[in-house]
């Protein structure tokens, strides 16, 4: 009886709390929740275009497309891709919030200068670049005496070249958030250091470095999803030529739902695009996890 009590009184009290949650519970679940199981249930199908009816096939899609060397291939250009952009990216952010955490002059210009392409529409960055490699590029090194290269053009080169354009767009965000986690680092540290005789670069490795850890990781998440659903780049700047050589997974699903209007295999492909975000995803924060733990 006193038990039944505390829980209505529990209920009573936080009410007012769960009211203010219904509304963006409901449209969690009719936008986010509904869907995910659709497309999970439909990935079993041979759903195909608009058409209302369908057939239940099993696991045929996921065999397909384990067995479409086009698709499998994707894999690996989506994480060749999402490595470069993470790792460079990440670095060159750091790099930028250490440099303008400091107090010079034109700080908070130069934050705004960095931090302008990722205001921009990955369509339109990559309709720069592209006009970047294969116009300007080509230009100056002919202008310097050397041969045109085309970049885009290049089995090799493309996808460092499409990674280059990702890191300009992301770094200006991720170092603001990195310059806001130096800004939480107390200066009670910054001094006992520098009355203790560190230098610059062991006050960095030391003490800057391993308090900024907890959001590195973080950023490294956020990023590592971001790069491995990437669309916009490929698809603007190259199509995800030359032969499929810049196709990431999720320009194929694109082709395969919309141009061979295959949605039951389309749909498939994402669910396996899901398992590979959500792996690294653990991963990560597991990683993160340990690293928290050990500092305690």
Sequence with gaps: MIQQKRQGSYFKRNSFYLLFLLPAMILFILFFIIPVVQSFILSFTNSYGMRTKFSFVGLENYIEAFQD??????????????????????????????????????????????????????????????????????DFLEMLG????????????????????SIWNMAGYYMVIYIAALQGISTDYLEAAKIDGASSLQTLFKIKLPLLMPTIMTCIMLSVAGQLKTFELPYAMTSGGPAGASTTMVLKIYHTAFNANRTGYATAQSTILFAIIAFFSFIIFKISRKREEAVQ
Excluded at 101 to 115: E, P, W
């Design 69 to 138: 060397s086009s698709f499998t291939d994707t894999i690996s250009i989506t994480l060749e891709f999402t490595l470069i952009a993470v790792v460079f990216g990440n670095l060159m952010a750091l790099a930028l919030a250490l440099l303008l955490d400091r107090s010079i002059k034109g700080n908070n210009a130069l934050r705004a200068i960095f931090f302008i392409p990722n205001i921009m529409s990955l369509i339109v960055v990559g309709y720069v670049w592209k006009f970047v490699y294969t116009n300007a590029v080509p």
């Design 146 to 165: 050397f041969r045109r290269i085309a970049l885009l053009g290049n089995l090799d080169m493309v996808v460092p070249a499409i990674a280059i354009a």
